[in-house]
């Protein structure tokens, strides 16, 4: 199972923000999109930071400020790990709870190409086993082919 | 594969927090201990709540107020989905990507006995791969039984 399959379900939408956007804001787009994270991306191409709720939760608490005075670029993680469309989910998947990351930014050609997140991750093994189980019943209800 | 079997692995403990405590309590609990939401509990057997990065950043940032000044009560999450230790780990995968949480207490004869996380399930699933690959190998080592 590669990245590629992932995106091709999930589709290759990634939300990005610039640096220079306040905290106030990231919070609202990750309220908006319902999602964890968000890419920093000044060109919408290059990946500059990513700024998880965590990140958000941990820095900016830390000193104790409002979101709306905090740039996204000063509470953003910087030592991004991406992954491109033919790395495999499953060692994906071991690097995001080893290194205790939830979401992946995938490069394609040098260009932000999508994103892969945890529950993606999750659900993509789901929608496997429903295949299985549905491909296996189909097989049941038609009977056994003929030997 | 049960609940369980993840808690075995994984071990029993989880962090709590009373309902009065404040916001940047909390906090320094999820940075601390490296974790993404805390129970909240008085009397840390029953569950009155739990507390997530995502219930932090959105309503806490939502009212601009002071992790110091706002208590855990107000920003936690009340309608908690909880599991049991016989609970089958697909179908709690399932509930966890399409409601969207990333923690689910679990809950043994009316206490809290564990938590498990969206990152547990995909590290149980990584596990069982590894154990199936380490059985196969010690398998193609010793040859096929003979026929």
């Given amino acids: 199972m590669r990245i ?15 640096g220079d956007a306040t905290v106030a804001e990231v919070v609202e787009l990750l309220v908006v999109h319902r999602i964890g994270a968000v890419v ?3 060109d919408g191409a290059r990946v500059d930071g990513i700024v998880s ?3 958000i939760v941990t820095r900016l608490h830390g000193r104790g400020a409002a979101p709306g005075e905090v ?3 000063d509470v953003m993680s910087t030592d991004v790990i991406t992954c491109g469309l ?3 989910l499953e060692a994906l998947a071991r690097t995001m709870t080893d290194r205790r990351v939830r979401h992946l930014p995938v490069i394609a050609d040098g260009r932000l190409a999508g994103i892969v997140s945890i529950g993606d991750v999750v659900k993509q ?4 086993l429903q295949d299985e189980r549905d ?5 049941v209800q038609q009977g056994r082919p003929a030997t």
Avoid: C, N, P, W
């Fill in 53 to 55: 709720e965590r990140d």
């Fill in 40 to 42: 920093v991306s000044d």
């Fill in 4 to 18: 590629s399959d992932v995106l091709r379900r999930k589709g290759a939408t990634v939300t990005t923000i610039r």
């Fill in 71 to 73: 740039r996204v670029r």
């Fill in 125 to 128: 093994r789901l929608d496997e």
């Fill in 135 to 139: 491909e296996l019943f189909k097989y």
């Fill in 86 to 88: 033919e790395d495999d």
